[in-house]
């Protein structure tokens, strides 16, 4: 079995076209939970008194964009013999994301901020100058709460022998805001969403190897391989 790492599902869909049934997003329905009014708030009355006081005509500024990709599940590893075969072990739950936006201070919905940062890094594709004026559309990377993809679900087959790992991750997206009205007040604060979610196999004996040549999932399948292979494992070396 040549390379350690096997693109089962490579790169999923971004999350400007995800629609109904796709794997790990909502569906694009066009309607918009937490808008930010009194009717559709949760929590306590924190978030429309917040709504209430920011200005409409702010602007963001959008810093310290980073975009990790996050390791969500791993597999127990599985030996498959002389000709390769199915692997049947399931993805098993690491860790979580969820799209959230924190901010300091008074601050319209938290899916305008999302929408600014969605635009910035280019993930969203829209003229409108904030979310309240798009019609006809809706992007999962806007959906405040959303836990990110599921775990994969279809089991792989690889085409050798070998000690075989399954696991799922995704790609997020992670920013430091500034809101500024017209006036000069100012709110800070920090947005994170996700935008592809990633599904790979690697090979315990074998050095991780996304196949692409630019090493873009290579940490994320030496995590796997150092959760269930074991630390001294080839595949969990760099």
């Not at 964009?65 to 030996?79: A, C, F, N, Q």
């Not at 006809?136 to 089991?155: A, H, I, K, Y």
């Not at 920090?190 to 873009?216: F, K, N, Q, Y």
Request: net charge negative; glycine share 14%; aromatic share 4%.
């Amino acid at each position: 079995m040549s390379g350690g790492t096997r693109r089962v599902l490579a790169a999923c869909l971004t999350a400007v076209a995800l629609t109904a049934g796709a794997v790990g997003c909502t569906s694009g329905s066009g309607e918009r939970d937490g808008s930010g009014s009194a009717a559709d708030s949760r929590g306590g009355g924190a978030r429309p008194a917040a709504a209430a006081e920011a200005c409409a005509d702010g602007t963001f500024t959008w810093f310290n964009i980073v975009k990790p990709t996050r390791l969500l599940g791993v597999s127990e590893p599985e030996d498959v013999g002389k000709g390769g075969g199915r692997l049947t072990k399931k993805v098993q739950r690491v860790s979580t994301v969820e799209i959230s936006v924190r901010p300091e201070g008074a601050l319209p919905a938290p899916e305008e901020a999302l929408f600014s940062l969605g635009r910035e890094i280019g993930e969203i594709d829209s003229d409108a100058p904030t979310l309240k004026e798009v019609t006809g559309e809706s992007w999962s990377f806007t959906q405040v709460g959303n836990r990110g993809p599921r775990l994969r679900e279809g089991f792989a087959r690889v085409d050798g022998p070998g000690r075989f790992v399954q696991y799922s991750a995704v790609r997020t997206v992670e920013a430091d805001f500034r809101h500024t009205c017209a006036g000069g007040r100012t709110t800070l604060g920090h947005a994170e969403s996700w935008t592809v979610a990633v599904s790979g196999v690697v090979e315990c004996g074998t050095r991780a190897d996304d196949g692409t040549g630019d090493g873009t999932d290579d940490v994320t399948a030496r995590q796997a391989a150092r959760l269930a292979c074991g630390t001294d494992s080839a595949a969990a070396k760099p």
